[in-house]
């Protein structure tokens, strides 16, 4: 369905054929609404690929070697079934959507993530930016807090690629330390702002002298971040944001006192304050169970996982932030349906599951589906390209935009795509 | 050589380059994007869709890596690691089982003579063979980037056909030349830092302004993370300290990245899993470090900062930096109260410029 790249859809067709009702009222609504849509987005990573058979896509009548360990429960959708290491997530499943069908052409772990986050197949000549940094470009800082921060870290493939260094994410560190704040967000004890302005105009003046003979991106970017730094170290909005602290002791522990547990619920703050992009993920490829899947996932991955996702999608709901929120569950790919010798999942790019809710996706339902082993999308397939367009387009930024790459070449935020079908019907 | 190193982590340190690749394909992906400049990882899977190299290729760069083999760590260095050689251990394809001989790019399929032979050695003797197309280009314009800021082929591990050097004679010849003689670095340094070109200056004339890759003039260039933090050590007097290393241990001299330090990270010092450049990108919380963070800020108020007591902030401005300090109501007062000015001149220093 999506294999034709090279004839795409204009976005004023895009529109047209939306309102003929091919793609159903409510994507209409929303792109018709125009204007960017003040909403954010909460991405939780889940780095080193996650099992679709483990997770969201059970396969109970498979054999042994490709069902795994793990046994599918009832959620409070009839007819859902996920992992039964999923509980707290089985309760919420009416606020999310399933979808079974992704697919990519990547297996190995840096270039699927590349691809999953930059919408193009990686090139040696030309680095895409992610996602969140172009919808850091697009719209912006608000109450003087960085548009696109990384919990805890950033990792390859998050960052501005072509756009340039303005846009790369704001580290904040693990939020599950006791007594946290992101690094260096308060002056030393001995410095007030009279110093910081002298301190201010004295590197201005010797900036001066270099700017005279040298300038580039990369300068401008760092002249932004002094700004953009100043701006955060005296906005109280900013400071309040990150105090993570101040929630109440039931609801951390709703979340769960883990890293993404505590990152998730750092990130509905951000998000509360004006952050545009939040990225959440436990660290670096974790998720990569070459050996002792089952084990690894019920013990770590899963109940951390579970109570970060379900206490987010719970929390989000009450708040009403549903709604401006969009939360995505997704790793670069799902791993092999066949169980290997040493009790592991490897590489697996042909299908996996994601999970979307908020933004006007409706809950409760499972979207797209895999053969009966898991092993290729057989309903609804869905590659980077349309989920980074189905991004663009919930935010009301048009996909088919282009920016200028540094030698002048146009290239898109994404390299085609089109809305996933069915996903606001 | 890294190739051909054995042993344990601590008594022979260029094992290290092994641990981080778990399987024979990471080495082979790893070392060809090193050592020749040339990024295979496509064929991994496919066969490179816009250049020659083939899935046998690389499953027969893998071969050569077969042998090794961990013994876990023992007694009390838990971080160590002991590689030896299994001899008769073949590469099998962990997907199809196919069993694959040693085979270099574009080269033969090498005969292994007998069971004890460690085929990394083989793969040494191909890559520094004065014929060896890749090895010393790759080297020479590694060493090209160091000292100018801009590889003759760019990125540094993205040697192919489609992506030509941007001074070819010149690259031959500086290979041509580090092959004659003997792989000498020292040679090859002196060579490139004694040209005119190294030497040219950095401010630009009309005419030369917008060149970033004929080397018309030298290209300013950010500080790396290490030589920054040192600059801030020696513009202030104050070592810097790092866990279990030697007092008055500089950045540049660390043995290895695990060896914590924030601002080293926040400045882009790369971790091991890594093999590409580092990229440097400026980052909001780089700003925020140098504005708000300890690190400067503990430099200029400890005790031993050249900095404290009662010594002039003009003289030791003067000394890092061309050209007078100025305040908003003209130049710096002579005599300032030290406490209170001498610390913004030293923030303005490591400010994250060249």
Same mark, same amino acid.
């Given at each position: 369905?999506? &294999?034709?790249?090279?004839?795409?859809?204009?976005?004023?067709?895009?529109?047209?054929?939306?309102?003929?009702?091919?793609?159903?009222?409510?994507?209409?609504?929303?792109?018709?609404?125009?204007?960017?849509?003040?909403?954010?987005?909460?991405?939780?990573?889940?780095?080193?690929?996650?099992?679709?058979?483990?997770?969201?896509?059970?396969?109970?009548?498979?054999?042994?070697?490709?069902?795994?360990?793990?046994?599918?429960?009832?959620?409070?959708?009839?007819?859902?079934?996920?992992?039964?290491?999923?509980?707290?997530?089985?309760?919420?499943?009416?606020?999310?959507?399933?979808?079974?069908?992704?697919?990519?052409?990547?297996?190995?772990?840096?270039?699927?993530?590349?691809?999953?986050?930059?919408?193009?197949?990686?090139?040696?000549?030309?680095?895409?930016? &992610? $996602?969140?940094?172009?919808?850091?470009?697009?719209?912006?800082?608000? %109450?003087?807090?960085?548009?696109?921060?990384?919990?805890?870290?950033?990792?390859?493939?998050?960052?501005?690629?072509?756009?340039?260094?303005?846009?790369?994410?704001?580290?904040?560190?693990?939020?599950?330390?006791?007594?946290? +704040?992101?690094?260096?967000?308060?002056?030393?004890?001995?410095?007030?702002?009279?110093?910081?302005?002298?301190? %201010?105009?004295?590197?201005? +003046?010797?900036?001066?002298?270099?700017?005279?003979?040298?300038?580039?991106?990369?300068?401008?970017?760092?002249?932004?971040?002094?700004?953009?730094?100043?701006?955060?170290?005296?906005?109280?909005?900013?400071?309040?944001?990150?105090?993570?602290?101040?929630?109440?002791?039931?609801?951390?522990?709703?979340?769960?006192?883990?890293?993404?547990?505590?990152?998730?619920?750092?990130?509905?703050?951000?998000?509360?304050?004006?952050?545009?992009?939040?990225?959440?993920?436990?660290?670096?490829?974790?998720?990569?169970?070459?050996?002792?899947?089952? %084990?690894?996932?019920?013990?770590?991955?899963?109940?951390?996982?579970?109570?970060?996702?379900?206490?987010?999608?719970?929390?989000?709901?009450?708040?009403?932030?549903?709604?401006?929120?969009? $939360?995505?569950?997704?790793?670069?790919?799902?791993?092999?349906?066949?169980?290997?010798?040493?009790?592991?999942?490897?590489?697996?790019?042909?299908?996996?599951?994601?999970?979307?809710?908020?933004?006007?996706?409706?809950?409760?339902?499972?979207?797209?589906?895999?053969?009966?082993?898991?092993? +290729?999308?057989?309903?609804?397939? $869905?590659?980077?390209?349309?989920?980074?367009?189905?991004?663009?387009?919930?935010?009301?930024?048009?996909?088919?935009?282009?920016?200028?790459?540094?030698?002048?070449?146009? $290239?898109?935020?994404? %390299?085609?795509? +089109?809305?996933?079908?069915?996903?606001?019907? | 050589?890294?190739?051909?190193?054995?042993?344990?982590?601590?008594?022979?340190?260029?094992?290290?380059?092994?641990?981080?690749?778990?399987?024979?394909?990471?080495?082979?992906?790893?070392?060809?994007?090193?050592?020749?400049?040339?990024?295979?990882?496509?064929?991994?899977?496919?066969?490179?869709?816009?250049?020659?190299?083939?899935?046998?290729?690389?499953?027969?760069?893998?071969?050569?890596?077969?042998?090794?083999?961990?013994?876990?760590?023992?007694?009390?260095?838990?971080?160590?690691?002991?590689?030896?050689? @299994?001899?008769?251990?073949?590469?099998?394809?962990?997907?199809?089982?196919?069993?694959?001989?040693?085979?270099?790019?574009?080269?033969?399929?090498?005969?292994?003579?007998?069971?004890?032979?460690?085929?990394?050695?083989?793969?040494?003797?191909?890559?520094?063979?004065?014929?060896? =197309?890749?090895?010393?280009?790759?080297?020479?314009?590694?060493?090209?980037?160091?000292?100018?800021?801009?590889?003759?082929?760019?990125?540094?591990?993205?040697?192919?056909?489609?992506?030509?050097?941007?001074?070819?004679?010149?690259?031959?010849?500086?290979?041509?030349?580090?092959?004659?003689?003997?792989? @000498?670095?020292?040679?090859?340094?002196?060579?490139?830092?004694?040209?005119?070109?190294?030497?040219?200056?950095?401010?630009?004339?009309?005419?030369?302004?917008?060149?970033?890759?004929?080397?018309?003039?030298?290209?300013?260039?950010?500080?790396?993370?290490?030589?920054?933090?040192?600059?801030?050590?020696?513009?202030?007097?104050?070592?810097?300290?790092?866990?279990?290393?030697?007092?008055?241990?500089?950045?540049?001299?660390?043995?290895?990245?695990?060896?914590?330090?924030?601002?080293?990270?926040?400045?882009?010092?790369?971790?091991?899993?890594?093999?590409?450049?580092?990229?440097? =990108?400026?980052?909001?919380?780089?700003?925020?470090?140098?504005?708000?963070?300890?690190?400067?800020?503990?430099?200029?108020?400890?005790?031993?900062?050249?900095?404290?007591?009662?010594?002039?902030?003009?003289?030791?401005?003067?000394?890092?930096?061309?050209?007078? =300090?100025?305040?908003?109501?003209?130049?710096?007062?002579?005599?300032?109260?030290?406490?209170?000015?001498?610390?913004?001149?030293?923030?303005?220093?490591?400010?994250?410029?060249?």
């Amino acid at each position: 369905m999506i &294999s034709n790249r090279t004839s795409l859809f204009g976005r004023r067709d895009f529109l047209r054929i939306g309102s003929l009702g091919a793609l159903g009222i409510s994507l209409d609504g929303v792109l018709r609404a125009g204007a960017k849509r003040d909403i954010s987005c909460i991405l939780l990573w889940q780095s080193g690929g996650c099992g679709h058979l483990d997770t969201f896509d059970l396969k109970p009548d498979a054999p042994k070697e490709i069902r795994g360990e793990f046994k599918p429960i009832p959620t409070n959708v009839p007819g859902i079934q996920i992992c039964e290491h999923l509980p707290f997530t089985a309760r919420q499943a009416d606020k999310f959507t399933i979808l079974r069908s992704m697919k990519s052409r990547e297996n190995n772990h840096e270039r699927a993530i590349n691809y999953l986050l930059t919408g193009y197949l990686p090139l040696p000549t030309l680095e895409f930016p &992610s $996602v969140g940094s172009v919808i850091s470009k697009e719209l912006g800082s608000k %109450n003087g807090l960085p548009p696109y921060v990384a919990v805890p870290n950033t990792f390859p493939s998050y960052g501005a690629g072509y756009l340039g260094g303005s846009y790369n994410p704001f580290i904040a560190g693990d939020p599950n330390v006791s007594g946290y +704040q992101p690094r260096d967000l308060t002056l030393p004890a001995d410095v007030d702002w009279t110093r910081v302005g002298n301190r %201010n105009f004295l590197l201005k +003046q010797m900036d001066a002298k270099f700017r005279a003979i040298e300038a580039s991106t990369d300068m401008a970017a760092m002249d932004s971040f002094y700004q953009k730094a100043y701006d955060l170290l005296k906005s109280p909005a900013a400071r309040k944001a990150f105090d993570i602290g101040a929630e109440k002791e039931a609801l951390r522990e709703r979340y769960g006192r883990t890293p993404v547990g505590q990152g998730a619920l750092l990130a509905r703050r951000l998000v509360e304050s004006g952050v545009r992009f939040v990225t959440v993920a436990k660290g670096w490829l974790n998720y990569d169970t070459h050996g002792d899947n089952f %084990n690894i996932m019920k013990k770590a991955l899963l109940p951390e996982f579970d109570r970060a996702f379900a206490g987010l999608l719970e929390d989000l709901h009450e708040r009403g932030m549903l709604d401006t929120t969009l $939360v995505i569950a997704m790793g670069e790919f799902g791993r092999t349906p066949k169980v290997n010798d040493a009790a592991g999942r490897d590489h697996h790019s042909k299908a996996w599951s994601i999970a979307l809710a908020g933004a006007g996706i409706p809950g409760g339902r499972v979207l797209g589906a895999t053969d009966k082993s898991g092993v +290729q999308v057989t309903d609804l397939p $869905v590659e980077p390209e349309d989920l980074l367009f189905t991004i663009y387009t919930l935010f009301g930024v048009d996909p088919a935009r282009e920016y200028q790459t540094p030698i002048g070449r146009p $290239v898109k935020p994404v %390299n085609g795509g +089109q809305f996933i079908p069915g996903l606001l019907a | 050589m890294l190739l051909t190193s054995t042993g344990n982590t601590y008594d022979a340190p260029e094992v290290s380059f092994y641990p981080e690749m778990k399987k024979e394909l990471d080495r082979a992906s790893t070392t060809t994007q090193l050592f020749l400049g040339v990024s295979i990882e496509c064929a991994r899977c496919h066969n490179h869709p816009l250049e020659h190299w083939t899935r046998d290729d690389f499953n027969g760069m893998a071969a050569f890596f077969s042998q090794i083999r961990f013994k876990e760590p023992s007694g009390p260095r838990n971080n160590e690691k002991s590689l030896y050689l @299994d001899f008769k251990r073949q590469f099998q394809h962990p997907d199809t089982k196919q069993v694959y001989l040693p085979k270099a790019l574009n080269g033969p399929v090498v005969t292994v003579s007998d069971d004890w032979t460690d085929r990394r050695e083989l793969l040494a003797d191909w890559m520094t063979s004065p014929k060896n =197309p890749y090895f010393a280009r790759t080297l020479v314009n590694r060493m090209w980037r160091n000292f100018m800021g801009r590889g003759l082929v760019e990125p540094v591990d993205d040697f192919r056909a489609t992506n030509p050097p941007t001074n070819a004679p010149l690259l031959d010849a500086l290979a041509n030349d580090f092959i004659e003689h003997g792989y @000498d670095l020292h040679h090859l340094i002196r060579r490139i830092t004694s040209s005119a070109t190294y030497q040219l200056s950095s401010i630009p004339i009309e005419g030369n302004k917008r060149d970033k890759m004929a080397y018309s003039r030298y290209y300013a260039r950010r500080l790396t993370a290490e030589q920054m933090l040192d600059s801030i050590v020696l513009s202030t007097g104050v070592p810097e300290k790092f866990r279990s290393q030697y007092p008055g241990t500089r950045a540049s001299q660390l043995a290895e990245p695990e060896i914590e330090s924030y601002f080293l990270d926040v400045f882009d010092r790369p971790s091991r899993q890594l093999i590409c450049e580092r990229k440097q =990108p400026p980052t909001l919380n780089q700003a925020l470090h140098l504005i708000s963070g300890d690190t400067v800020q503990k430099k200029i108020t400890d005790a031993r900062s050249i900095l404290a007591g009662t010594r002039n902030i003009e003289e030791m401005y003067l000394a890092r930096s061309p050209g007078t =300090p100025m305040t908003k109501s003209g130049p710096w007062p002579s005599a300032p109260s030290p406490k209170r000015r001498t610390r913004g001149a030293v923030t303005r220093m490591s400010s994250g410029r060249c």
